[in-house]
C-alpha cells in the first residue's frame, strides 16, 4: 500500500467499503444473476455482503451425532 493517495482516494466517494468497514476504494455493486452483490474490486465478493447470507454473529456451532455401530 503507498502512503501517497490514488486517484480514487482522492475523488468524493468514500474509500471503505459500506458492508464491511475495510479499506477498499475500489468497491462497487454489480448484478449477478438478477442479484445485487457488493464487491471490493468487481471481483472479490465482500464478506459482509447480504445477498449471500454473511454472518452478523457467531458461527453455529457444528451438530455431531454419535452412530451407534453394532458390533
Do not use: K, N, Q, Y
Not at 13 to 31: E, F, I, Q
Amino acid at each position: 500500500m503507498s502512503l501517497f493517495p490514488s486517484c480514487l482516494d482522492l475523488l468524493e466517494r468514500p474509500v471503505t467499503c459500506p458492508g464491511c468497514h475495510v479499506h477498499a476504494p475500489l468497491w462497487t455493486w454489480v448484478r449477478i444473476d438478477g442479484l445485487r452483490v457488493l464487491t471490493h474490486d468487481g471481483d472479490v465478493i465482500c464478506p459482509a455482503d447480504r445477498t449471500f447470507g454473511a454472518l452478523t454473529g457467531p458461527e453455529p456451532s457444528p451438530v455431531v451425532e454419535s452412530l451407534g455401530v453394532a458390533a
